[in-house]
């Protein structure tokens, strides 16, 4: 619990960008034979697949393996993308992004309390589970459509959420790896980016009629994912309001490949990029999920109703992707 403490501590020291470094490493002694490596890196040099890179790296020279060389370095590819995202190019990929986003409305959930004229990074998470059953027919739902369980589970959440805020276009922001060239899979820098996804509801649509509409579009914003959010927002000229993140106030992520242990009734604190992000990674039992929320916004116990009605959806969905979707809004 001190390591976590501590840890949560060193999370919130900024760094310099004028000055660096922009990573740090700090060895935790818990007991006489048991240490913490704290690595603390700003996003500007390094993303969560690059986390990934690095941590098997430090598993390789720790058992006293060499690592092979790398075919580009980082360098590289920054020359290369700003010489290819320019000119007609990137005024291509900005007009889709303008045609996808044009009339996106903000996501007006029901807060608990007033949002403040500025918004405040304190937040809190909530873990939950999925059993494997959820899971089981989830997938099934999935393969059916021709769609992804990260399609499904984007569209079983965009239904909640279309319920809580009484809208029928739902836009939420999702993270991309951004790594579709192989020869990049192995470097360690910023190349993930977010995405912004519009999800329809409107007229009466079965969950599978939905899926539909989400996999249309999921599809076209990764054929157009390599313009940068930030220089989205700008092109866009998206009006600034410092109580809300630009073009979307909620983040959905899914996670192939772990092993999650949920913790069902343990709220911790975190920093709250967004008013509400949803991670949901593949366990050993299921799904495990966990919802981080801004607490200036969102009480515990709000969050604790909003993720029993997820599970809910998600089972339904299971169960039944001929339903309609008006029942669970």
Request: aromatic share 8%; net charge negative; with cysteine.
């Amino acid at each position: 619990m001190a390591a976590r403490a501590w840890l949560l501590v060193d999370g919130r020291v900024p760094f310099d960008l004028a000055v660096g470094p922009l990573f740090r490493a700090t060895l935790l002694r818990v007991s006489a034979d048991e240490h913490v490596v704290a690595l603390a890196k700003h996003h500007v040099v390094s993303d969560e697949w690059s986390a990934a890179v690095l941590r098997r790296e430090l598993e390789v020279l720790y058992a006293g393996g060499e690592l092979p060389a790398l075919p580009v370095q980082y360098a590289d590819f920054a020359v290369w993308q700003r010489q290819w995202l320019s000119g007609a190019v990137l005024e291509a990929e900005l007009g889709f992004w303008r045609e996808a986003l044009t009339g996106a409305p903000v996501l007006e959930l029901p807060t608990d309390r007033p949002r403040p004229a500025v918004r405040s990074v304190d937040g809190a998470v909530l873990e939950f589970a999925v059993p494997a059953e959820v899971m089981a027919g989830l997938r099934r739902v999935a393969r059916d459509a021709g769609a992804s369980m990260f399609m499904t589970l984007l569209g079983a959440f965009s239904v909640l959420l279309g319920r809580y805020s009484g809208q029928d276009d739902v836009v939420v922001g999702t993270p991309i790896a951004n790594r579709n060239r192989a020869e990049i899979e192995g470097l360690i820098g910023f190349f993930v980016n977010t995405l912004v996804l519009r999800t329809d509801l409107s007229g009466d649509p079965t969950f599978g009629e939905l899926l539909g509409r989400v996999r249309e579009r999921t599809l076209a914003a990764y054929a157009h994912q390599d313009v940068p959010f930030e220089h989205l927002v700008d092109a866009l000229d998206v009006h600034r309001d410092r109580s809300r993140s630009p073009l979307f106030q909620v983040l959905f992520n899914y996670v192939t490949g772990e092993d999650g242990q949920p913790a069902p009734d343990e709220a911790r604190a975190v920093a709250a990029l967004y008013d509400l992000t949803l991670v949901v990674a593949e366990s050993a039992d299921g799904l495990a999920g966990a919802v981080e929320f801004a607490t200036a916004l969102f009480d515990e116990a709000t969050m604790h109703r909003l993720i029993g009605h997820l599970q809910l959806v998600l089972a339904a969905v299971a169960a039944a992707r001929t339903q309609r979707c008006r029942v669970w809004r």
